[in-house]
């Protein structure tokens, strides 16, 4: 069982920044995939970035793209989401997963431990 614990979310205005964190209870985090993914109200939730063990590779979506980074620090558990130029239609909350395998992917229905969940909310 690995507990995820994410924080950094608020509220921020558009054009601003934020960095969402996410904590993992476990020993073996270096060996493991991480994401991010939001739900915004009303709709489904969708992927936003991905990283693998090492963090050499890494997945975004398109909507976010050269706006979010996705980082990962081994020696810490943690697991990062830069978020800049933030518009009004990346208001969600915003939960990390931890995949079971060190190779990532954009599949939600492949990661296997989820965090509670970060409010971000960008006013216009």
Known sequence: QVQLVESGGGSVQAGGSLRLSCAASTRTFSSYAMAWFRQAPGK??????????????????????????????????????QMNSLKPEDTAVYYCAVRSSRIATIVERSYDYWGQGTQVTVSS
């Open 44 to 81: 489904e939730r969708e992927f936003v970035a991905a990283i693998s063990w090492s963090g050499d590779i890494t997945y975004y979506a398109d909507s976010v793209k050269g706006r979010f980074t996705i980082s990962r620090d081994n020696a810490k558990n943690t697991v990062y989401l």
